[in-house]
């Protein structure tokens, strides 16, 4: 069963450092996209970037470019979301999700992991 | 970017009846290869979102043909044949011709 584990819930305070973690099983981790959302308490869906675990290609969304890092390790089967300084306005649920397909074959966002909660609060 | 908006924000629904929501894009989705890269998603309540359709109009595996994508260019819709209960939830369309990829600020779907 293809399937996207992801890391517990997490409260921090700000100026923290934070990384949450996705870990694949059931499929071939470096041959497809997985890519990290972001929903806010209470929003819609925003799309934070996208990394290929074969060769680590990153693409992030210029809306986060700068603010989190995303890598990959495919040895364990496990795409990163990385925080170095957390603020009150990272409080969200962080989804990962694999994308099928590459261009131009496309199957959109197949498998999506459960999310993890990040509080930011002092 | 890519403005997605969608219409309508609200939508209650009566079980058996259909309904339907509208996607707009700012710019064509609609690629040179002659793929629409429009999906569409159901995030249900206290879940994680769901592919629904992708590529305009190709449904996912296991989505019921009572959901059906149309549209090109610009404009799409979410089409659903007949309402069921446990169809509630948040729809969004997304477009993933550009990046970033974005997506439309969510129709919420409830029952009357």
């Known amino acids: 069963e293809v399937q996207l584990v992801q890391s517990g819930a997490e409260v921090k305070k700000p100026g923290e450092s934070l990384k949450i973690s996705c870990k694949a099983s059931g499929y071939s981790f470096s041959n497809y996209w997985i890519a990290w959302v972001r929903q806010m308490p209470g929003k819609g869906l925003e799309w934070m970037g996208i990394?290929?675990?074969?060769?680590?290609?990153?693409i992030y969304s210029p809306s986060f470019q700068g603010q989190v890092t995303i890598s990959a390790d495919k040895s364990i089967s496990t795409a990163y979301l990385q925080w170095s300084s957390l603020k009150a306005s990272d409080t969200a649920m962080y989804y990962c999700?694999?994308?099928?397909?590459?261009?131009?074959?496309?199957?959109?966002?197949?498998?999506w992991g459960p999310g993890t909660t990040v509080t930011v609060s002092s | 970017d890519i403005v997605m908006t969608q219409s309508p924000l609200s939508l209650p629904v009566t079980p058996g009846e259909p309904a339907s929501i509208s996607c707009r894009s700012s710019q064509s989705l609609l690629d040179s290869n002659g793929y629409n890269y429009l999906d569409w998603y159901l995030q249900k309540p206290g879940q994680s979102p769901q592919l629904l359709i992708f590529?305009?109009?190709n449904r996912a595996s296991g989505v019921p043909d009572r959901f059906s994508g149309i549209g090109s260019g610009t404009d799409f819709t979410l089409k659903i044949s007949r309402v069921e209960a446990g169809d509630v939830g948040v729809y969004y369309c997304m477009q993933s011709l550009q990046t970033p990829t974005t997506f439309g600020p969510g129709t919420k779907v409830d029952l009357k």
């Open positions: 999700a694999r994308r099928s397909g590459s261009y131009p074959h496309y199957y959109g966002i197949e498998v």
């Open positions: 990394i290929y675990p074969g060769d680590s290609d990153i």
């Open positions: 590529l305009g109009s």
